[in-house]
């Protein structure tokens, strides 16, 4: 599978503490998208399933994970692979989250197996192409068009009450390959940190 990073514990893609996923991959080039960077898949990115769980399982053998949220990216172009790890996944925890720029209608329509199979083991979907002019802090959501489906309804509760309560907000990661922002993102988000650093540039020059 063509992953770029995984994380924990994210706070800000659902609720609890969860490992978050993000994807190599995606060709619906949304104007304005947060993560531009992982539009392309990178050889050097390519980890087994096997591998990637044992990744995982290091993380869950140590510490509380309320559930999972994997981003990208776009996770259903890679629907073998993601079937797989979902199957594994869901042994730690059902609470699997999956932000998509298909709509949730275009998935069905795909036929694909093991999309289904996805369909039916994650608990919540979030759908849609991201648009910028839609972009008004929706929770969870980087635009408005997007929708939360709750495809288990066990997750029903534990949703309601995190939309209730929560906040959008952003958590940085120090990672090998420097800061991580990670959250729903204001628009200025990309304009204001280009500007922060022509500043920094020129302050230093
Ligand atoms: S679908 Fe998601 S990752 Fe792909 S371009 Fe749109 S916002 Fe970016």
Redesign the pocket.
Known sequence: MNIARILYPVKVLGPGNRIGIWVCG?S???RG????E??ERRPECEISIDGLYAAILGIASKHKVDGFTVS???PMDQPEDLNALIIRLAAISKDILV?S?YKYVELRERGSEHIQNILSAIAVLIDG??VEELNRDVKLR?SENQEIIIMNGDFNKKYENHLKTARNRIQNFMTADGVVSVGIHRKEFRSKIASRIHKRGDENG
């Open positions: 995606c619906r080039g949304c998208c947060i993560n531009p992982l539009w990208g990216g776009e932000y720029g192409q991201y980087g």
